[in-house]
């Protein structure tokens, strides 16, 4: 187990890094520097610029001062907002993208593991058919469509909700609505199959004909080893939910770090780039490794030390 | 019937080799009804297809897609109009007989506009899933045919590159290479290939083991010769179905990439675009701008979600009832 969790963590250490090299090549591959395009400033103050922005130095100099600066965290100053770093950025949009983000995802997993145990419960029955159809539409309507649906129909014509920002409750319901739908629709599927699929096992025939009541077989067996399958694609569904903060961020007007990190593609604000991308990958990545080992802990089934093998 | 055998067995000569033709007599009876084929035979794809064909919304998804193909080929000759041709005097007019779903902010026809965008979205979307395919079934094949350290070393790249945030790349690609079809269709194809070439993979890695394709090789077929013949048919089904799911999500990432401000430029329309310009407005009640380009990506998402969903229950021998 130990081994396994070093291997992965190396694997993550390893894929954050592939991601900070890529996105370092890819910045200094886009011709000249990124204060060409401003016409205002003279020879010597495009020099001191790029002294202040350690541009003078050889790309492989740079290339270690940047590896440094994502150790240690410190991602430099904007250079579209002056005033600010990347740091002052980040630390003012992670926390509301971050609760919005859990919101979100807390909501996708009740409603679609209820979702998806209603469906299997009454297989072929009318609830089965209702919550499939919800799940196909969730998973084929985008988010920045249903966002502004919602918008529309809830807030602006029905007025039931404030129709942008991120101040109250009343305030969350419309994004993480528009955010959770997709991700809701995913588990929904994932647990109707795999409950399905676990409900014909002899062990549940067991446990029914031992008499134990109806729900507790649902819940203490079923759904337990139902789950398995919603545990391996969180990540992926971390993935979804935090570029989905993008488009629902920007169309709510919601303050996030994903509205920093569009109007830094917008204004193509390099280091805001470079530092945001980076920290939603290492995010990201390290979601996944927690996810991982969460699995492994959770699935007797899997031994972990055995994978080494491969 | 005794005395006959070994009436025969007399005949030859015991260090023989050659066995007499008398031998193979076919038995009496033997040809009558019960050995022949009474239905003609179906081939896997004949199969699937009637499964497929019984599947009704499956089927509704893949009549939509058609006729979606159809419109985007001759829906913009069926105005006067063109997809670029702005008039100040019609600016934001509803859905009417002279304009059917209605003009934009710059007087452009919303109907001509739409099918333009169909074009591009599923110019994207095909063109993506096929690089994804070439990429992946050689990556994929490759790697599993190959299998011990090959594998090991390719899978770990693969590996590496499946864990990268897709959409992240996506968008770094973008900034750096800016915005226009060829790269969007590049950036969606860089990492995109990586779950194509899994599943080749592990369906070869399978495949490669069964007795035909050992009995192949006793036959002495060259390796590009079982690739194609033996192992390539049986993982077409899993490709397929991986294929009409790349399909949707290269189109919904487009429109998610135009509402970044880095979907196709002008005098380009996507989906995407259109309904990420149409935004704007959305409070002055111009529906028509959003609903359309968004019914369309929903619609034809949905389409290419349920025939995924309906090939791969017809794709799927275990699946057989």
Known sequence: MVRYILKRFFMMILTIWIIATLTFVLMNAIPGSPFNEERTSNEAVQENLERHFNLDEPPIVQYFIYLKSIATLDFGPSIKKPNSTVNDLLGRGFPISAELGIIAILVALFSGIILGVLAALRHNGIIDYLAMTIAVLGISIPNFVLATLLIQQLAVNGGFFPVATWQSPMHMVLPTLALATGPMAIIARLTRSSMLEVLTQDYIKMARAKGLAPYKVVIKHALKNALMPVVTILGTLLAGILTGTFVIEKIFAIPGMGKYFVESINQRDYPVIMGTTVFYSAFLVFALFLVDIAYGLLDPRIKLHKEEGN | ?321
């Not at chain 2, 015991?14 to 050995?35: M, T, V, Y």
């Not at chain 2, 084929?37 to 297809?49: C, T």
């Not at chain 2, 779903?101 to 001509?112: A, E, I, K, P, S």
Request: no cysteine; hydrophobic share 45%; glycine share 8%.
């Open chain 2, 1 to 321: 019937m005794k005395s006959q055998t070994t009436q025969s067995h007399d005949h030859i000569d015991p260090n023989s080799k050659e066995i007499p033709l008398d031998w193979f007599k076919p038995l009496e009876g033997a040809n009558d009804s019960a050995n022949t084929v009474v239905r003609p035979s179906l081939s896997y794809w004949k199969d699937a297809w009637i499964r497929l064909r019984s599947n009704y919304i499956a089927m509704g998804g893949l009549i939509f897609l058609i006729l979606l193909g159809i419109m985007a080929i001759i829906g913009p000759y069926l105005t006067p109009y063109s997809v670029s041709e702005t008039s100040l005097a019609n600016q934001n007019q509803p859905p009417s007989s002279t304009y059917w779903f209605g003009t934009d902010n710059l007087g452009r026809d919303v109907f001509t506009r739409t099918w333009y965008g169909a074009r591009i979205s599923l110019f994207v979307g095909i063109m993506a899933a096929l690089i994804d395919f070439t990429v992946g079934v050689i990556y994929g094949g490759v790697s599993g045919y190959k299998g011990g350290r090959t594998d090991n070393l390719m899978m770990r790249i693969v590996e590496i590159l499946y864990g990268l945030p897709y959409l992240l790349v996506v968008i770094l690609l973008l900034v750096v290479l800016g915005p226009s079809l060829s790269t969007i269709i590049l950036a969606l194809t860089v990492t995109g290939w990586v779950g194509m070439a899994r599943i080749v993979r592990g369906q070869v890695l399978q495949i490669k083991n069964y007795e035909f394709v050992h009995a192949s090789k006793s036959f002495g077929a060259k390796t590009s010769r079982i690739i194609r013949k033996n192992l390539l048919p049986n993982t077409m089904g899993p490709i397929i179905v991986q294929m009409t799911l790349t399909v949707p999500t290269a189109i919904f990432a487009e429109a998610f990439l135009s509402f970044l401000g880095l979907g196709v430029q002008f005098p380009f329309a996507s989906w995407g675009v259109m309904a990420n310009d149409a935004l704007t407005t959305i409070l002055s009640g111009h529906w028509w701008r959003l609903f359309f380009p968004a019914f369309f990506i929903s619609a034809t998402m949905f389409a290419f979600n349920v025939l995924g969903d309906g090939l791969q229950d017809a794709l799927d021998p275990k699946l057989r009832r």
